[in-house]
C-alpha cells in the first residue's frame, strides 16, 4: 500500500497531543478521513503500479502551523507553505481528530514534488469524496487532502 500506509484509527489520549508537533501516525486523524485516504491508495496504486504514496502529515500541533506559516515571511528563509497562521486561522491539521493529511508521491524511491503525478491522486480523491487542495483557486496545495466540513 505505502510505506506509512494509515493505520486502523484508535482511542487515543487526546493529552498526549501537547508534545506532538507534527505526526503521520492516522490514529490522530478522523475516522472517515483514514477510510477514505485508504481507498485512494488503493485505487491510485491500480493506476500507477510504480509509484507510491507516503503520508507526510496528518495532525500537527496549532504552535507547528505557526512556525510553518512563518516559513517565507518575516525575513524567514523558505517558500511559504501555508497560508493559515495557527492562532486566528486553524488548518484542518490541527483539529483532533485531524480532519487533513498531506501525501507525497515516490517514484523510483524518490518524493516528486512536481505537481503533474498529483493531477490523477486529486482526481481520485474527488471520487472518493475527499477535497484536493490543487483546486483551491488562491493557494495550490497539491499534497493536500481533507474531508468536507459536513462529515461529523
Known amino acids: 500500500m505505502s510505506l506509512f500506509g494509515p493505520s ?3 482511542d487515543f489520549d487526546e493529552s498526549l497531543l501537547k508534545d506532538v508537533k507534527t505526526s503521520r501516525d492516522f490514529k490522530l486523524a478522523h475516522p472517515v478521513l483514514v477510510k477514505m485516504v485508504k481507498e485512494l491508495f488503493e485505487a491510485y496504486k491500480r493506476g500507477f503500479p510504480h509509484r507510491d504514496i507516503i503520508v ?28 493559515l497562521d495557527g492562532r486566528t486561522k486553524l488548518s484542518n491539521h490541527n483539529k483532533f481528530p485531524a480532519r487533513a493529511v498531506d501525501l507525497a508521491i515516490l517514484e523510483c524511491g524518490k518524493c516528486v514534488w512536481d ?4 493531477w490523477p491522486l486529486g482526481a481520485l480523491a474527488k471520487q472518493v469524496g475527499l477535497i484536493w487542495g490543487g483546486d483551491w483557486v488562491n493557494f495550490k496545495d497539491y499534497p493536500h487532502l481533507e474531508i468536507r466540513s459536513d462529515v461529523k
Open 8 to 10: 486502523e484509527p484508535s
Open 56 to 83: 507526510t502529515c496528518t495532525y500537527r500541533n496549532p504552535l507547528e502551523q505557526q512556525r510553518l506559516y512563518a516559513q517565507g515571511r518575516f525575513g524567514n528563509p523558505g517558500p511559504i507553505v501555508t497560508h
Open 115 to 118: 505537481e503533474t503525478p498529483f
